[in-house]
């Protein structure tokens, strides 16, 4: 008893160390992150809409509202924009801690999981919806073996599921059929199960809803675009975060691929006796590749989700007994289940070097031009100038300028935030130089209006424009987000 008591006294002391050290670094990383266009966008949105205006957007987002509804109450009260990446820090520190006290891995997984590129950087610093996604989904799994003691609090963790992002949406129907089902098979007594019930329907239901697609919505329809290519390289991304970087060669590509695919066919024969957790697995990366092949490709962010539902499902199959149900012949069952930790585990090491990788380039470099170009409009009083926008990453400048409004050339009309409706789309790709005309019609008057871009404008003074600022170096981020500052020739 006193030797079980030490071990646990450690277990915690290592606990509030690693959630600590981790919490730090990441605060560290923030001081020194430069939001881009999404992070932009979701805060756009919860300022200057009302709440039934969100949920009208979300279709044209293509996501349901979670992330959006926490946000307002800081972007309507005037807080500043950096209060929407403490909340969502204060997400992953929050996920971090259940997994690091729940979850029914070695402290070796532990530490390379919470350190590796997608938990200390991916889903801590960028600030999306998916670090919901995993702290509910940790929760549930630290509530699985307890859900029909307290299935009114299993049915909202999912209900919160269904609503964090259209990815999410199949984990959350899987959970919702399987425990539909073992409330049957297990003939469990009692209302309370059966409202839990009601309340992951209305979850999937809110959801479905918010995604149903306006006719001039530019993902409209079940299937957008056919890439058949990209679930298989949502799986290498998953395990391989780096595998796509610039500084990978082509044929390395598809060796990580081949090695992904090794660890993905592993995971699965490895839970052949948990069908449970099998079933669960196998739904959410059909959903999930229904999404990358036909709807949306995804980039790292939603790949990385492949990973967190392998952990997932691992984390549950722990509670189940094995299935006498053979269906392969697999004797060594119990040495695949440890084969497949401990080739995730390689797979996380490499991650974590690449992390590293990532964090350097985070705390030397800009990762979006949009605060520095923000910060030059403001320093030098052109804030109250016409500013005049192409393309749908200047949006990233706004929430740094209070109360602007740009005037998107694409649209020909001003604006915050991008309705992503087939107007936008018909105006998106325009070049630099057509928006030229458009700027002539709509503003004969030039004197005080800007021209901002995210590419140069070729021969600018044949245009009528002369360049006033520019970033353009050094910038790692997504895209990268670089901008140009023109005005009009005296």
Request: net charge positive.
């Amino acid at each position: 008893m006193i030797v079980k008591k030490i071990i646990m006294k450690k277990n915690i002391v290592l606990a509030i160390f690693l959630i600590f050290l981790y919490s730090i670094i990441n605060i560290i990383l923030l001081l020194h992150h430069e939001p881009w266009f999404d992070e932009a966008q979701a805060w756009l949105i919860s300022r200057d809409l009302d709440i039934v205006s969100i949920f009208k957007q979300m279709a044209y987002e293509g996501t349901p509202a979670l992330w959006h509804m926490l946000l307002v109450p800081f972007a309507k009260t005037g807080l500043p924009y950096t209060s929407e990446f403490i909340l969502h820090l204060t997400i992953a520190v929050a996920a971090v801690t259940v997994f690091v006290l729940y979850a029914p891995f070695s402290k070796v997984t532990k530490v390379l999981f919470i350190f590796s590129y997608y938990m200390v950087y991916e889903y801590s610093i960028i600030a999306r919806s998916y670090g919901l996604s995993i702290l509910f989904l940790f929760s549930i799994a630290a509530l699985y073996t307890k859900r029909f003691e307290n299935p009114l609090w299993y049915g909202f963790l999912i209900f919160l599921l269904f609503n964090t992002n259209v990815h999410s949406f199949f984990v959350a129907c899987s959970l919702t059929i399987l425990f539909v089902w073992e409330l049957y098979r297990n003939n469990v007594q009692g209302d309370r199960g059966k409202i839990a019930v009601l309340v992951m329907f209305a979850g999937g239901l809110l959801c479905f809803l918010q995604l149903l697609s306006p006719s001039d919505n530019i993902n409209y329809g079940i299937v957008q675009e056919f890439n058949p290519y990209v679930p298989f390289a949502a799986i290498a991304h998953a395990f391989f975060p780096f595998h796509t970087a610039t500084f990978m060669p082509s044929n390395l590509r598809i060796v990580f691929i081949v090695i992904a695919f090794f660890v993905f066919f592993v995971i699965i024969f490895s839970l052949i006796r948990k069908p449970a957790a099998l079933f669960i697995l196998l739904l959410s990366i059909v959903g999930l590749s229904y999404v990358f092949a036909f709807k949306y490709p995804g980039a790292v962010r939603h790949h990385g989700l492949i990973l967190i539902i392998f952990l997932f499902t691992i984390w549950i199959s722990k509670y189940y007994d094995d299935s006498q149900q053979k269906l392969f012949d697999i004797a060594s069952n119990v040495n695949l289940q440890k084969l497949s930790i401990v080739i995730i585990n390689v797979c996380l090491a490499l991650s974590l070097l690449y992390a590293l990788k990532i964090q350097y380039l985070e705390y030397e470099y800009p990762f979006s031009g949009a605060k520095e170009m923000a910060d030059f409009i403001i320093r030098n009083h052109l804030e109250h100038h016409i500013i005049v926008a192409h393309r749908s990453g200047t949006g990233a400048l706004l929430p740094f300028l209070p109360g602007k409004t740009f005037w998107y050339a694409g649209i020909e009309n001003y604006g915050t935030f991008i309705v992503y409706n087939k107007k936008h789309l018909a105006g998106r790709d325009i070049s630099n130089e057509e928006v030229i005309p458009r700027i002539q019609k709509a503003f004969p008057d030039k004197s005080h209006l800007l021209l901002l871009l995210t590419g140069p404008l070729d021969f600018s003074e044949s245009h009528g424009f002369k360049l006033l600022y520019k970033v353009d170096k050094n910038i790692f981020g997504y895209g990268p987000e670089k901008f140009y500052l023109y005005k009009p020739i005296d």
